[in-house]
């Protein structure tokens, strides 16, 4: 569609600022931003929405509009609601790239304007697919007669012959044709990761992979509402579609990018729809870090149990998960927020409704969740696997991690690192302080290991590892030199495997004949082995000071 006739519609609040002489420009989809720099997000002939949130000072207007005219934009709309009216800057930056500005009245939302362009846009370039949009209502309402995004999903297959699925950021199948064999969580992980290492790689749509010899198009999934940005491309979900997309024409292209802006949609209501348990979640957390009476904190969680625990009892246990995200590019406590809320779901767990019942908050820049564990009985008798008196086992931190390390360490730049620690399980509002402290000091044990995505849990608190995140970096470097660095040098020149038979030496507690069956080694090879380290080290490897020492350099390695 023209820029002309989407200023004639009736509706959409859209007011001309400057440009008049670009009107035939024509629109070929929308974005909505407040990045300084959304260039990456963008392929050109979009009508981009922006709350202005982006800019500061009238210095910042410039570059901004810059970065949208070399993209090859049709035209800028900005929000009044934020500032009350768009500033001269703005508009003088748009006139000397002439980029037409229109200005959208504060009583428009966005979403009106995206379903808008959408539906025309995708009516206009093709009819195999027009059923799609002008069934957006249909995907917007909740429940058995609207059927959200597969309703989408279900129009490409039928009207396309396309098979495609919405992917969570960890993995997790969102939503999916109904009419077909679920997408193996596996599959869906390593597209998940494909998708998300293409994004920061800068890559344009879609994204071509194959996947155990099948081919896939992917296309991200990126929207805000207005005046907010979501952040990083890592929190985002993710539409894999299971076709070859070599030769498609620009305009099959551009209805797929329509299909993900109205799924784009559906996610922002979900979002919306989170912002009540987040909010109970951190008024909760807020009295605990402050030190609030237990009695408060318990009235607290009863008066938010309804929203907080749907379905469960009264008295739950609880566990404390504490997640940051930290970086240049990682999103900080917003993504980590978004992140937390998918990793607690279980991967296999189908639907967008899961993850909007998960609880985290926001305490500046950490994620926080309060994650009830199985409940007790109205009479206060335990039930379930609780009926012998234990505690239930609740979750462990390397096991959330697993099955969403893949795709999670893909979407991260160099230097970005996810960490989360889990607390041990409480049952009482009174136990909760601790429990929070406790997810904390985790997390600081996690974020001492190598790795872009770590966890630690509470069992580990109680070890050796306690301390190992306190030693000073030079200290570290040091002693694991001292130790180690002789039996790398010795393995590199030889092409020997000391460091792994001393692995799996102390891993055996000193046991030769599990050792040598472990490593398949005749036990005379082993002795050889052992023997040949304590000599480049000086150690003796029957004494416990010497095996505790290595223990702990391979440890800090």
């Not at 959304?38 to 202005?52: D, K």
């Not at 995206?114 to 093709?126: D, L, Y």
């Not at 498609?248 to 949609?265: F, H, M």
């Not at 136990?431 to 929070?436: E, I, M, S, V, W």
Request: net charge negative; hydrophobic share 45%.
């Amino acid at each position: 569609m023209r820029l002309r006739a989407l200023l004639r519609t009736d509706g959409l609040g859209l007011r001309l600022l400057g440009g008049e002489d670009e009107l035939d420009r024509t629109v070929r989809g929308v974005m909505t931003t407040d990045l300084r720099d959304p260039s990456r997000y963008l392929s050109g002939g979009e009508l981009v929405l922006t709350g202005l949130a982006w800019r500061h000072d009238p210095a910042d207007s410039e570059p901004f509009v810059r970065i949208l005219a070399a993209a090859g934009v049709s035209a800028l709309a900005a929000g009044e609601a934020e500032l009350g009216a768009v500033p001269e800057d703005l508009v003088e930056a748009c006139a000397r790239h002439r980029l037409p500005l229109l200005a959208v009245n504060e009583s428009v939302a966005f979403a009106t304007i995206t379903e808008h362009v959408v539906r025309r846009v995708s009516g206009e370039r093709a009819g195999d697919l027009a059923a799609v949009v002008d069934r957006h209502r249909r995907m917007m309402t909740a429940g058995p007669a609207g059927g959200g995004p597969e309703v989408v999903l279900d129009l490409l297959g039928s009207d396309l012959d396309l098979r495609a699925w919405v992917l969570s950021p960890t993995g997790r199948r969102v939503a999916g044709p109904r009419d077909q064999e679920p997408l193996s969580h596996e599959t869906a992980s390593r597209l998940a990761a494909d998708g998300l290492a293409a994004v920061r790689a800068g890559r344009r749509r879609p994204v071509r992979t194959t996947v155990d010899g099948e081919a896939y198009a992917l296309f991200p999934i990126r929207s805000a509402p207005s005046g907010t940005s979501r952040g990083p491309a890592v929190a985002d979900w993710l539409l894999a579609v299971r076709a070859d997309a070599a030769d498609w024409p620009e305009e099959r292209l551009d209805l797929l990018d329509g299909v993900t802006q109205l799924i784009a949609v559906e996610r922002d209501r979900r979002e919306a729809a989170r912002t009540v348990r987040r909010r109970l979640a951190g008024e909760v957390l807020e009295l605990v870090q402050s030190g609030a009476a237990p009695a408060e904190i318990a009235a607290r969680l009863r008066v938010a149990a309804p929203v907080l625990l749907p379905g469960l009892g009264a008295a739950p246990h609880w566990q404390v998960v504490v997640a940051t995200a930290e970086g240049p590019g990682a999103g900080g406590g917003q993504a980590a927020q978004a992140l937390l809320e998918e990793i607690l779901v279980a991967p296999d767990a189908p639907g967008p409704e899961p993850a909007d019942r998960i609880a985290v908050a926001r305490l500046g820049e950490e994620a926080v969740a309060l994650v009830p564990l199985p409940s007790v009985a109205a009479d206060g008798a335990p039930t379930g696997e609780e009926a012998d008196g234990e505690a239930p086992e609740g979750l462990v931190a390397e096991e959330l991690l697993d099955a969403v390390r893949l795709p999670l360490s893909a979407g991260l730049s160099d230097g970005d690192r996810i960490t989360l620690g889990v607390s041990a399980a409480v049952h009482s509002a009174e136990g909760l302080r601790g429990a929070l402290e406790e997810a904390r000091h985790a997390r600081r044990v996690a974020a001492a290991r190598p790795g872009s995505v770590c966890a630690a849990g509470h069992q580990e608190l109680a070890s050796h590892v306690l301390l190992l995140p306190f030693v000073p970096d030079d200290v570290r470097r040091a002693f694991t030199a001292r130790l180690l660095d002789p039996l790398r040098d010795y393995d590199r020149r030889h092409r020997a495997e000391l460091v792994p038979t001393l692995e799996a030496f102390l891993d055996s507690d000193g046991s030769w004949t599990r050792c040598a069956a472990r490593l398949h080694l005749h036990v005379n090879t082993l002795r050889y082995r052992v023997g040949r380290i304590e000599q480049l080290t000086g150690r003796d490897l029957s004494r416990l000071e010497d095996k505790l020492d290595f223990f702990l350099a391979l440890r800090m390695s």
